[in-house]
């Protein structure tokens, strides 16, 4: 029988919540207390930076927090210890959510701006507590505080607290790694604004993400507060916090929901490996020695190399790709729009870049089902504008109005659950994730939200289209400049759009790789998608497109047949750059 | 999950790994072992070396006399890494793994209540030197070696205003400049009160946050302030940085007190020629008229030289440290046991001969007598100028 | 009371003065990071070696300690040219490098606790006395040198980066190492030089650190927090802008105590850092 990794982790607990009943020295009890310490601090930060890639320096805020709420309520205002700490994890949360509110709306604040924004505010929050009341500058003394008689000696207490505290946060750790939310954080690691795109609503996530792992930091700081009894703010505040909880992570493997426990327990157990020695300065050095070689050789993190095993050895990409499927599923059109109606007209839009006008009062329509082609020299506009329908950029003027409704104010991830899809010029697919589960990700993130099963399903559907489906498990640094344009197709239809932004799939590509295109770009019109087709290669344009749009300095000259428009003066001229009689 | 099983094995096998370590019960012909964690690595460290010195020097003085109760004493100390945390857990390794037979404490205040938690919930008796902060221990087996008395925070400051006043030297104002570092600032604070209370009028008081480098301002806000005489209650190097700010600026206060200096750095430092400090002990008479004190003053010099540390003078830290030893070996050699509620119970009521003079524990959290002196650098080197009895030589204080 | 105008003249030199140092220990962190891609955190560890270093060959080597600069200098650029060499076999990862440098750290430290051990040295030459008068204010000696030693080292690799070959081609293959490789640039050498000359800079801070502070070898880390801050407002790769950066920060803290508290400072600091990233951060 097939246990299931909760019941793992909850025997886990069990066998562990066993150890006081061993009656052993009490100090087992307290190094386990504190390697569950730093198994919740490590693997709370996880759940945010290991995840979405935000690499957050403030975990010592919020684990300060939580010290300082138990401090204050358990000495000042006489709390029973045990009702603090879900006082901790709330006010420690909502410090996560008001940082996060302000911060995760702001696109160029991640990475390395993001770690010193958050240690920044830990530097401000000391400082705060150091100067007033709250600490004062001389400490908070616990020691009259009573600890809860769980049981007979205060390490069991102490290490039985701990113990549930690390078994709830590694299920929680857990259950958002296989859970949708775990799915979109790691896309948002590799790439937010695909995620966004795609339907993920990384706003929220990232929010739900920070209270989560600030909540457990905070919890686990209130306990840690009755442990060590004396809480100061040089000790709380300090850089060690951060810099231990991004070690043990790394150390560990941070894609890996059981990565930073397993670096706490080993950087704990290597800590102490050299107290009791007559050389603990050389012990600290050899610490240093270890975690060097560690990274050098394993990277990736100890559980990382595990994971990398796993991963089946995948074939060099193939010189050609596979022919359509001969017979592909059926894509389901979109929302039932008034068949007289345009699926989507734009009006007035406008988007400037530092004075630029890349969109200067564009109108167009859509209708249903046809292949609307929209050309333009480089720099005219189609690119923007298609950043624009998504919601990637937001517009400066102008009314979009989609099957009917219109997508002011919308998230770029509403609009994708709305029924829009597109695909990028230079494939942008998630990096870490294996060509099916790319293509999952929109089938759970689009307009119809699938299941996780669902889900791989339409991915196998819609690889089988594409003819990808051998490369399923290969992850997208395999593919080859053709299959991923694919990948990207493949990935736009998992989404069951009934409209379809395709920017510049035949770029790059070989003859015959675009005659491949062109019969895939057919099927999926077909079958009832509306397509609006940016491209340079002509010959696709005319033998697809069932109208087209000509735009230059962004601004819309011409529209009609493809045949008739393409022979205007104006158009030849935009392109050209000279009239054509001259 | 292969995975998860292996590493709750792996766990599981460390576990019992660590419980097969375990020692057989001692034995009376067996060594007494005396448990301790000293902040060996870390950001306290600065000072380690000075009690590991001193502890190993006692433990081999202490043999040499044929060790306690006919016993071959053991000392076994370790790194608590500058962590309360850790120095928690390893005082619980020293009681229930180690199984030592008595404690000695750590240094630094936190890690002091740390074990002194841990001492508590297993009756065991605590000797500890350098807490800064007497209020902290709640525990009545404590017993603190470093004379401050029970109230520090007005009897230090009323023996520095003492000293000034026996000056003649009339001084009016006065700045109190202070770290947020807790046992400084608890200092401070006591020394604000204590200054209004005799007169004197505050013209600054500025707090900085631990950690802090930019001196400057603060010197230059001391100079416009231009007090008679400034408290400056900064631990380590702070008051070093903060007296060098004050002399680059071309000022040198009329008198200056220093709480925690780095002692070596600021006798020899020229900025801080009379700048004054407490102390309990000094290498000099009548500090070593005590020939205990002369003989561990002449070991220690040339252990510190040997062990390559800056400054090998035996001052506060090392003498604290000494009468931390002296006063558990005195309750064990009185108690003729390693009881510990005997040795506490008998600590309560005697007085113990220490290198910085007789130590008693009777008053509030066992605290006793404040024997802080006031020293003052001196051509280059740290001389105690009051109390008058305990002034070196031939030393008066010195005002500019 | 309104403060003097001495009191705050004072304290705005005393503010470029530690933004001298931040800058300078930053110059070397904001290259690596920038242009090598790697978060040298061993770069404290390595100017506190350096100061160690310089307080030996000064207190017993008995040198000069403006001639410990020519020793100490060039050693860490050999040093700097290994290290790179080490990690560069490896293509390590930004972060990963963090973690590598942040082992080196605590086996740097361990090394300077093992040689001068945990208590403080401070290094006494007469640099240390030695003062300009400028009207009403003060210019101490060593922080002045500091001073330079910035502001030559931040200038001049802003001048070798945008005016010399050599500079255009670091900055070519900072920006796209495979095709800077295709015009001819060695990427290699390159970064090592650049790695090099990072160390060489670790060193320089060094010494400038031991003719102003004492030393301990847990002082490594109290310049990590407020360095990375003024490295990363100034720009990662910018020769000139944890210099620029180190000031604001310096002057901002020091007028907060000057004028407000010393306590408060911190805040003053670290929020004109969240509010400048807020307001360049805003979404576009």
Redesign the interface.
């Known amino acids: 029988m097939k246990?299931p990794?909760f019941g793992?982790?909850a025997i886990?607990g069990l066998?562990?919540a066993a150890?006081p009943f061993l009656q052993?020295?009490?100090?087992?009890e307290?190094?386990?207390?504190?390697m569950c310490?730093w198994i919740v601090l490590a693997t709370s930060w996880n759940i945010l930076s290991g995840y979405s890639g935000y690499?957050s320096f403030g975990h010592g805020a919020f684990f300060g927090a939580g010290m300082y709420t138990t401090a204050t309520l358990a000495t000042k205002f006489d709390w029973p210890f045990l009702w603090t700490l879900p006082a901790c994890a709330l006010v420690a949360a909502l410090l996560g959510v008001a940082i996060g509110t302000?911060?995760f709306?702001?696109?160029?604040?991640r990475g390395?701006?993001f770690a010193?924004?958050t240690?920044?505010?830990t530097?401000?929050l000391?400082?705060?507590v150091?100067?007033t009341k709250i600490d004062g500058?001389?400490?908070v003394?616990l020691?009259?505080v009573a600890v809860p008689s769980l049981l007979a000696?205060?390490?069991s207490t102490f290490y039985l607290l701990a113990l549930a505290m690390a078994v709830g946060t590694l299920a929680i750790a857990y259950a958002i790694y296989r859970a949708k939310l775990g799915l979109g954080l790691f896309a948002i690691h590799d790439d937010e604004d695909v995620a966004e795109v795609l339907g993920v609503p990384t706003f929220r996530y990232k929010i739900i993400a920070f209270a989560i792992s600030c909540a457990l930091a905070g919890m686990a700081g209130g306990l840690?507060a009755l442990?060590?009894?004396?809480v100061?703010?040089?000790?709380t505040f300090s850089?060690i916090v951060p810099?231990n909880v991004?070690?043990m992570s790394?150390?560990g493997g941070s894609r890996h929901w059981?990565g930073p426990a397993?670096g706490a327990?080993v950087i704990t157990?290597l800590?102490y490996a050299?107290?009791?020695g007559n050389y603990?300065?050389?012990?600290?050095?050899a610490?240093?020695?270890?975690?060097?070689v560690v990274?050098?050789f394993m990277?990736e993190g100890l559980?990382g190399r595990?994971i990398g095993k796993k991963r089946p050895k995948t074939a060099k990409p193939a010189a050609d790709a596979k022919p359509v499927a001969a017979d592909p599923a059926p894509l389901r059109p979109g929302p039932s729009v008034a068949s007289d109606g345009p699926l989507l007209s734009v009006s007035g839009l406008a988007k400037a870049f530092k004075g630029v006008r890349a969109v200067d009062g564009v109108d167009l329509e859509v209708r249903p089902g046809e292949i609307l082609g929209l050309v333009g020299p480089n720099g005219s506009g189609k690119s923007t504008l298609i950043n624009l329908v998504s919601g990637h950029?937001?517009r400066d003027a102008g009314r979009i109005v989609f099957a009917g409704r219109d997508l002011a104010g919308l998230e770029a991830n509403e609009i994708a659950r709305t029924g829009i899809a597109r695909t990028y010029q230079i494939p942008r697919p998630f990096a870490h994730m294996s060509v099916e589960t790319n293509v999952a990700l929109t089938a759970r993130f689009g307009r119809e939200a699938l299941d996780a099963q669902a889900a791989r399903a339409e991915a196998g559907r819609w690889l089988e289209f594409t003819g990808l489906t051998d490369k399923a498990q290969a992850l997208p640094e395999d593919l080859n400049l053709h299959q991923r344009k694919f990948l990207e197709l493949a990935r736009a239809l998992a989404a069951r759009p009934s409209l379809l932004l395709l920017d510049e799939v035949l770029s790059g590509l070989t003859p015959s790789e675009i005659d491949h295109a062109i019969r895939t770009i057919r099927q999926i019109r077909d079958q009832g998608a509306t397509i609006v087709f940016v491209e340079h290669v002509m010959r696709a344009v005319m033998e697809l497109t069932d109208r087209i749009v000509v735009l230059n300095h962004g601004k819309v000259i011409a529209e009609g047949l493809p045949a008739e428009v393409m022979n205007r003066p104006e158009v030849v001229t935009a392109y050209l750059g000279k009239p054509q009689h001259a | 999950m292969k995975l998860v099983t292996r590493l709750a094995g792996a766990a599981l096998g460390l576990l019992v790994g660590l419980g097969l370590a375990q020692p057989a019960n001692a034995q009376s012909t067996q060594p007494i072992r005396i448990g301790s964690t000293l902040a060996l690595t870390g950001p306290l460290s600065a000072t380690a070396l000075i009690h590991k010195l001193v502890g190993e020097i006692y433990v081999e003085q202490l043999n040499a006399k044929g060790g306690l109760l006919g016993r071959k004493v053991e000392w076994i100390v370790k790194d608590d890494q500058s962590k309360p945390d850790v120095a928690r857990t390893i005082y619980e390794q020293l009681i229930t793994v180690d199984k030592v037979d008595l404690l000695l404490g750590p240094y630094a205040t936190g890690n002091i209540v740390a074990a002194m938690g841990v001492a508590q919930r297993y009756n065991k008796i605590l000797v500890h030197h350098t807490l800064g902060i007497p209020n902290l221990a709640k525990y009545d087996m404590q017993f603190p070696a470093w004379s401050v008395g029970a109230n520090p925070e007005t009897t230090v400051p009323n023996t520095v205003f003492d000293a000034l006043a026996a000056t003649g030297k009339p001084m009016k104002t006065i700045a109190v400049v202070t770290s947020k570092f807790p046992s400084v600032f608890y200092m401070s604070e006591g020394a604000r009160a204590v200054a209004k209370q005799r007169g004197f009028q505050e013209v600054l008081f500025l707090e900085w946050e631990f950690g802090n480098r930019d001196y400057g301002p603060i010197a230059s806000r001391v100079k416009d302030a231009k007090p008679d005489f400034v408290w400056v209650g900064a631990i380590g190097l702070e008051g070093n940085m903060l007296a060098e700010a004050m002399k680059k600026i071309d000022y040198t206060p009329p008198m200056q007190f220093h709480m925690y200096p780095a002692p070596g750095p600021m006798a020899k430092s020229p900025d801080t020629q009379n700048a004054l400090a407490a102390s309990i002990f000094e290498q000099h008479a009548p500090f070593t008229s005590n020939a205990v004190a002369a003989e561990f003053v002449k070991i220690y010099n040339d252990r510190a030289a040997k062990a390559n540390l800056p400054d090998t003078a035996v001052e506060t830290q090392a003498a604290a440290s000494y009468s931390a030893w002296q006063v558990l070996t005195a309750a064990v050699n009185a108690t003729k046991g390693l009881d510990d509620k005997a040795m506490s119970d008998w600590l309560k009521k005697n007085q113990v001969d220490t290198i910085q003079g007789k130590l008693r524990f009777d008053r509030q959290n066992n605290f006793g007598d404040d024997l802080m002196k006031v020293k003052q650098v001196q051509n280059g080197q740290w001389v105690t100028v009051w109390p008058k009895d305990w002034a070196a030589p031939g030393a008066k204080l010195i005002v500019p | 009371m309104m403060p003097s105008p001495t009191l705050l003249g004072q304290a705005v030199l005393s503010g470029i003065f530690i933004g001298a140092l931040y800058g300078l220990l930053g110059l070397g962190l904001s290259l690596s990071w920038g242009m090598l891609r790697q978060i040298n955190l061993a770069h404290f560890a390595l100017a506190f070696l350096g100061a160690y270093l310089t307080y030996q060959l000064t207190s017993v080597g008995g040198l000069d300690p403006l001639l410990t600069l020519f020793i100490v200098a060039p050693a860490f650029f050999l040093f700097g040219v290994g290290m790179h060499a080490l990690l560069a076999r490896f293509a390590i990862t930004p972060f990963n490098s963090l973690l590598v440098t942040f082992g080196l750290t605590v086996i740097i430290e361990s090394l300077i606790q093992g040689i001068w051990t945990a208590d403080y040295r401070r290094m006494e030459t007469h640099y240390g006395t030695m003062k300009y008068k400028l009207g009403a204010f003060y210019i101490p000696f060593t922080e002045f040198l500091t001073l330079v030693m910035a502001a030559l080292l931040s200038i001049g690799t802003w001048a070798i980066l945008r005016h010399t070959d050599l500079g255009k081609a670091m900055r070519a293959a900072a920006e796209d190492g495979p095709i800077a490789a295709a015009f001819g640039v060695n990427e290699r050498r390159l970064a090592l030089m650049l790695s090099g000359f990072s160390a060489g800079c670790a060193g320089v801070a060094g010494v400038c650190l031991a003719l102003s502070y004492t030393l301990a070898p847990a002082q490594i880390y109290a310049w990590i927090g407020v360095v990375f801050a003024a490295v990363m407002i100034g720009g990662l790769g910018n020769p000139l802008g944890p210099l620029i950066a180190g000031a604001v920060i310096g002057i901002s803290e020091a007028l907060t105590m000057a004028v407000i508290a010393p306590a408060w400072a911190p805040l003053v600091s670290f929020s004109l850092l969240i509010l400048v990233l807020l307001v360049r951060g805003k979404r576009t």
């Open positions: 246990i990794v793992w982790i886990g066998a562990f150890v052993l020295p009490a100090f087992y307290s190094f386990l207390y504190l310490f690499f302000v911060v709306r702001m696109d160029r604040l390395e701006l010193l924004l240690l920044a505010v530097f401000v000391a400082t705060v150091l100067n500058g001389q400490g003394l020691s009259g000696r205060p390490s840690h442990f060590i009894s004396y100061t703010v040089g000790e850089i810099l991004v070690l790394v150390l059981l397993v327990s157990g800590l050299f107290t009791a603990p300065v050389a012990g600290r050095a610490v240093g020695l270890i975690l060097i990274i050098l990277p559980l595990l950029y937001r």
